[in-house]
């Protein structure tokens, strides 16, 4: 079985990813844990249901498609329930994920890159 999930990141990272695979961050959640009032956070990739951007929270130039070949449940420990609530979210070892995935970079923002030429709407309208 395959699963297709997603990571959005900066252009320098998504190449670095490619060619050398993931590496773990700690992650702050922005929450506080109820028993001692420490913030929580997590150590791993994450990784999303759908593409997301700028307006999901999350800058980055570079979306990653991260095509896993596991087993169904096998990325169930690793689910982060109710962090979205349109999209399924996961953290994951990078380990994990160098042993058992495929990425490749699936779109680049042309506006932060050499790869196009994008004009803003004002340049659109001079004349």
Known sequence: ?????FHRTTIALARSIVEDGFSDRKWDLGVLD????DAVSVTGVWLSGRPLDG??????DAQLEVTLDIEDGDLEPF???GMLWDARFWVAPADFLNRHASTRILEVDPRTSWFGNVQDDA?????
Do not use: I, P
């Not at 079985?1 to 999930?5: D, E, F, N, R």
């Not at 109820?34 to 009032?37: A, F, P, R, Y």
């Not at 340049?123 to 004349?127: L, M, N, V």
């Open 34 to 37: 109820s028993g001692s009032s």
């Open 55 to 60: 307006k999901d929270g999350v800058d980055g």
């Open 123 to 127: 340049d659109e309208h001079e004349g």
């Open 79 to 81: 689910e982060l329930e």
């Open 1 to 5: 079985m395959s699963l297709t999930l």
